[in-house]
């Protein structure tokens, strides 16, 4: 058992203005072994904002002090935040990206992905760390426990259809975002294959064995938040317990729920979890899974996961500060 630090360790926040680093000020200022040393937001920079109960004023990238961190959280734009990240690191600080900059698949190696139930022993004795995409968590989490067995048919097509809620589209307003624009609407976007988050996924899926093609059509949920996917998956032989390898997979895991029941958003939002159930396919020539994950995009899917892997780049325990 971890035993708490005997004072506060203070981390940063680079990019807090978004939904994702507001999440995180709100976990930080939760978290029994963490302080907020800075906040920081260049377009909202000395604005004062009130999370779980606390004051953070949001201070110019440029003014903080990036030495005064044992941990810094870049949850800035794609392409803007590996340059930051390699400051922070050379100010001292410990590095958890939430950017796409240095996960699989883009271009960048050597850095652990904070997938943390498949690189548990990496991420605990790194200094950087890539905090996946939101898809792609919900994705290979499903899909992990069927492809490091060998089950899923060589050469076949893994169809993955998400749906996410608004907040996963970012901060920025955008005139297709607001609320008589969603409410009441489902739709589709980046159809025919195109999302970036699907070189991220191609690179673990091969990583860990799978020589499958992924079809991925993700679609906007008129909800502010959760993720729900239903993936197909055709298998290599029939499954006599479908639930079988997620439960071998998933034991004793703190931040995995596996089911008989059809997840559902209601069952995940606001924690950082991923719950997941498998179904076999009626109907159909070739033996095929159903699985159906969820999960609360901006916490499992973004700020929870970034805190899950703090923790372990701080010698902290796993779960502390999250809601499970």
């Given amino acids: ?23 995180l000020c709100a976990l930080v200022a939760r978290h029994p072994a963490l302080t907020l040393a800075f906040a920081s ?29 044992a941990l ?16 922070a690191r050379a100010a001292g600080a410990k590095v958890v990206d939430l950017s796409a900059d240095l996960r699989p698949g883009n271009g960048v190696g050597g850095v652990p992905y904070g997938l ?3 690189t548990r022993r990496e991420v605990q004795g790194a200094s950087v760390v890539a905090n996946p995409g939101c898809y792609p968590t919900v994705t290979l989490l499903a899909l992990l426990p069927l492809l490091v067995r060998g089950l899923v048919a060589p050469g076949s097509t893994i169809t993955i259809n998400a749906a996410s809620g608004v907040t996963g589209a970012g901060f920025s307003p955008r005139r297709d975002l607001l609320f008589a624009e969603v409410a009441e609407d489902f739709r589709p976007y980046a159809a025919g294959n195109t999302h970036r ?47 079988a390898p997620w439960r071998e997979q998933y034991a004793g895991e703190p931040f995995i729920e596996v089911t008989s029941e059809i997840p559902t958003l209601r069952d995940v939002v606001h924690r950082n979890v991923v719950r997941i159930t498998a179904v076999p396919a009626a109907q159909v020539r ?34 502390l500060g999250l809601p499970a």
């Avoid at 058992?1 to 999440?23: F, N, Q, W």
């Avoid at 992924?214 to 499954?239: C, D, E, K």
């Fill in 1 to 23: 058992m971890h035993k708490l630090p005997t004072r506060e360790l203070a981390v940063g926040i680079l990019g807090a203005s978004g939904y994702a680093g507001r999440e």
């Fill in 41 to 69: 937001a260049r377009e909202q920079c000395g604005e004062r904002v009130r999370v779980a109960g606390c004051d953070a004023t949001f201070v110019a990238p440029d003014d903080v002090a990036l030495d005064e961190a």
């Fill in 72 to 87: 810094v959280f870049s949850a800035l734009p794609h392409g803007a935040s590996a340059p930051w990240v390699e400051r």
């Fill in 116 to 118: 943390t139930e498949l």
């Fill in 197 to 243: 988050h699907l070189a991220e996924m191609h690179a673990v899926v091969r990583a860990l064995g799978g020589d499958n093609d992924l079809l991925f059509t993700p679609h906007l949920l008129p909800v502010a938040r959760g993720i729900l996917a239903t993936i197909t998956v055709p298998l290599a032989a029939p499954l006599a317990d479908p639930l």
């Fill in 286 to 319: 070739q033996p095929t899974l159903v699985v159906i994950a969820a999960i609360d995009n901006l916490m499992k899917g973004a700020a929870g996961q970034a805190v899950q892997n703090a923790n372990l780049l701080l010698g902290l325990e796993e779960t």
